[in-house]
């Protein structure tokens, strides 16, 4: 099982959404994340993130930004956007169902059909940060419940 999160840049949300749900699934399961615009390829994560993982005992340093590409859809069996134009940006370049099929906000793990975005922290202070990774960690739990084998 592989397992692609997603968001704008790479380096706020889906970096914290693949380091936490690392730490929740088995070895076997594959977590990777990129972003839709590759603005910041090559880049650590903000640092913002860098920190609330460290204090939720998580190191993302060893993470670097990366654009999603075509081949992410061959490459991975799921694919969590954080939102809804992340959503739209994913989904447009899918060429077939079984690709579309693929593409999940996130968010919807906790509420159902909701499609709810994950906000994006980069303008805000720091509790932007600590509410986005309780989001994602609710959100990681329950896939990690699902995929777990």
Known sequence: MK??????????RSPLAESILKTKVNSTIVVESAGTSGLHSGELPDIRSIEIAKKNYI?????RSRKFTLNDFE???LIYVMDKSNY???TKLSTNKEELSKVKI???????????????????GEQGFTTVFNMLDDACEVIASKINI
């Open 106 to 124: 996130i968010l919807n793990e906790c509420y159902p059909d909701e499609n709810l975005d994950v906000p994006d922290p980069y303008y805000g």
């Open 3 to 12: 397992v692609l999160m997603v968001c704008l840049g790479n380096i706020c």
């Open 59 to 63: 190191d993302i340093t060893n993470q």
């Open 75 to 77: 490459d991975f069996d």
């Open 88 to 90: 739209e940006n994913v």
